[in-house]
């Protein structure tokens, strides 16, 4: 809810989430105030929305908010990001990276591409990129050699590919390859590359259109709620994806939702690498800075 300070008439503000499993923790129990409304889709489907004016605020591509860094902002303290694996990003290959020559992209995502690309660009490699949907395997077997792939069905198919977890192993005990087929994750590879965190996601609005607060309050609530009982959201999308409750516990676990230091440094270094040029990041107050300052550049 927006308040007009001189009419003391609600505004309505619209929201557009990405509800991949990794936001379930700030998501899943996030109760709107009034005035707020939201929809959801997939990052490209949010991205456009965003930048169409079908929305106020999503949580988008970082890239997306990178190249309209001239007219977006994002929120300070809130991220979609990791340090090392992801395990949802994920690369399926049948061939050494060195001898890709057909790369399936998917359309869902602008971050993994974009991410793609950088980390093909470090190595000297180029291999054809085209677009197309459907599993991995299936496009591994129609004589793509690479398929990109992101979100909940990645996860689901990375577990199909290298698992099952036994009772002694743990995820990060699992295999990169099993029955020909090689998961490169991309964000182990900008670690590996860079030592960095990767910021796949940000919360980002019109400069001149910033969320009214109890949103962003109501948001810090939420991930406060979804992180401290992280075994019941785990145990309740587990249910969903058809994964084992461990696997989904650790999935969720392993990321870190609040845009801090380490992420803004591998948000930057992606941001030089990726989008050279770009104008200066901006983001909001952080908490508790509402009302001393009105946004700071970073
Ligand atoms: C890690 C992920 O991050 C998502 C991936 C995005 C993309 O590829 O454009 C956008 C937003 C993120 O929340 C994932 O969904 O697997």
Redesign the pocket.
């Known amino acids: 809810m927006s308040q007009s300070a001189s009419t003391g008439r609600l505004t309505p503000y619209r929201a557009g989430w990405?509800h991949?499993t990794?936001?379930a923790p700030i998501l899943d129990s996030l109760v709107l105030p009034p005035g707020v409304t939201a929809i959801t889709g997939v990052?490209?489907q949010m991205?456009a929305a965003l930048l169409s004016g079908q929305v106020d605020i999503a949580?988008?591509?970082?890239?997306?908010f990178i190249r309209n860094a001239d007219v977006l902002e994002a929120l300070p303290d809130f991220s979609?990001a990791?340090l090392g694996p992801?395990?949802?990003?994920n690369l399926f290959h049948t061939r050494p990276l060195e001898e890709l020559r057909r790369v399936a992209l998917t359309a869902?995502?602008?971050?993994?591409?974009a991410?793609l690309e950088v980390l093909l660009r470090e190595r000297g490699l180029s291999p054809t990129l085209e677009r197309a949907e459907g599993e991995a395997e299936a496009l591994l077997a129609q004589g793509f050699d690479g398929v990109l792939r992101?979100?909940?069905s990645?996860?689901r198919e990375w577990y199909g590919v290298v698992g099952p977890l036994t009772p002694e192993t743990t995820m990060t005990g699992l295999p990169h390859a099993a029955r020909g087929i090689t998961v490169t994750d991309l964000?182990e590879e900008w670690f590996r590359l860079t030592g960095h965190p990767f910021t796949?996601?940000v919360w980002a609005y019109r400069k001149d259109n910033p969320p009214p607060p109890e949103l962003v309050q109501a948001m810090r609530e939420a991930r406060r709620d979804g992180i401290g009982h992280l075994a019941d959201v785990a145990e309740r999308h587990a249910r969903k994806l058809g994964l084992p409750e461990r696997v989904v516990q650790h999935y969720l676990w392993n990321?870190r939702y609040h845009l801090e230091a380490p992420d803004r440094l591998g948000l930057h270094e992606f941001a030089a690498k990726a989008v050279p040029g770009h104008a200066p990041l901006t983001f909001g107050p952080r908490p508790g800075e509402e009302r001393t300052r009105s946004s700071a550049a970073d």
């Open positions: 990405i991949f990794n936001v990052p490209t991205n949580n988008i591509s970082a890239v997306e979609v990791v992801v395990y949802s990003v869902q995502s602008a971050m993994s591409v991410l992101i979100g909940d990645a996860l964000a796949f996601a990321f």
